[in-house]
C-alpha cells in the first residue's frame, strides 16, 4: 500500500467511526480528560498541517489562523492553546467547519504525498498517522464516557467485540535470568520503546487469562471496597472520596448488575473480561487473591504465551525512560517524554486498539485514577 492510501484509509476510518454521531455529541466535555468527538477530529488535523504541510509544503497556506490556538493540545514548542478543560466551551467552529478543515488537509496533503518528499517528512507523517490512531482509539473512551454518562445511555454504531473467557485460568511459569527489553526492528515504534536492554527477574508467574467480571463480583461481594487493608492510601482516599464501589459504568438494578456499553444499557456478561478498572482497584484485586501485577518487564518477557488484546492490562510499573533514552529537539520532542512521571505502564492493546499498535514492546500510560479507558487486570505471583 502507497503511502498517501496508508494515509487515506486512516484518515477515513476516523470519519467511519464517528458517522452515527449527531452534531450535539460532538461538543460535549463532561470532564477535564474527555475531549469531544470534534476536537479529536480537529487536533489530529491540525498535527498534520502544523509538523508536516506548514514544515515540508512550499507556500503552504494554513486554513484558519485561529485552529493553532484552538487544537494545539500540549506541545508548547507549536505555540500558545487553549487550556483542556475549556475544549467542551467551543460551539464554534461548528463540526461542519472542522470537516471542511479535514477536507481542506487532506486535499493538501495528498498534493505533497504525490510529490518527493523527504525522508524527515516521511518519518513525521508516520508520526501522525500512529498520532490519529491513537486519538481513534481515544474517541471510544471519550464518546463511552459522553453518552455513558447521559440518563437514556444511547447507543452508538461500532464493530468492537469483547470474547468471553470460558476455560479456568492457569498460571505460565518463567524462570529467573536475564531478558532483553524494548523494541528492536527495522519498523515504526515510539521512542518510549527505545532503548533496548536488559533487565533481571527473578522466578514469577502469571496468569493465562484476563480477570471476569464473575471473578470481580466475587471481590465486590467480599467487601473489596469496603476494606481498606487492600488498598493503597491514595486509593483508599480515591475510592471514598468519590464514592466508588464498582467499575465504572456499572449500575446495579434490582439486584443485579449491569453495565452500559456502546450498545445500551446491558445485564453484565459473567465471563467477558473486567473493564474500565483503575490502577487502584486493580491493585486491590490482586491483594484481595494475595497474588500481585505484573510489572511491564515481566510481561513482555511472558507476552509471547499470552492471549492478550482485549484489554489494556495494568502493570506494577511506573512509566519511566529506559537506560539512554532522549527526546527529540522541538515540539515533537513533547509526545512522550514529559509525560514520564506520576504515571503507570499498561501493557498489551484492547479491542478499539489500531493493528499498528499491537506490539509485544508497546507502553500506554495512564494516571493512577484513570478508568475510562478500555483497561483489565492479568495477574501475577
Known sequence: MSLLD????????FLEISASLEPEDCSVQPVEYVSPPKWHLAHTT???????????????KVFDEDFAYLFN?????????ILRPNRGLMTRPTMK???KFRAFVDEKMG??????????AKEVLQLGLMHEQQHQELFYYDIKYILGNQPTFPIVEHKLTFSEINSSPEFLKFDEGIYQIGYKGDGFCFDNELGQHKVYLQKFEICDQLVTNKE????????GYSN?????????????SKNIKAPKYWHKVKEEWHAYTLSGFKSLQPNLPVQHLSFFEASAYAEWKQLRLPTEFEWEVASS??????????????????PGYSKVPGALGEYNGKFMVNQMVLRGASIATFDDHSRHTYRNFFHTDERWMFSGIRLAK
Open 73 to 81: 493540545s500540549y506541545y508548547n514548542n507549536a505555540g500558545t492553546r
Open 216 to 223: 470481580y463480583i466475587e471481590f465486590i461481594d467480599a467487601g
Open 97 to 99: 467547519e472542522v470537516i
Open 111 to 120: 498534493q505533497f504525498l504525490n510529490g518527493n518528499p523527504s525522508e524527515e
Open 6 to 13: 496508508t494515509y487515506k484509509k486512516t484518515r477515513n476510518r
Open 305 to 322: 504465551k499470552l492471549n492478550w488484546g482485549q484489554l489494556w492490562e495494568w502493570t506494577n510499573s511506573a512509566y519511566l525512560p529506559y
Open 228 to 240: 481498606f487493608n487492600y488498598w493503597h492510601a491514595e486509593g483508599w482516599d480515591f475510592i471514598q
Open 46 to 60: 491540525w498535527f498534520f498541517e502544523q509538523f508536516v504541510l506548514v514544515k515540508y509544503s512550499e507556500n503552504y
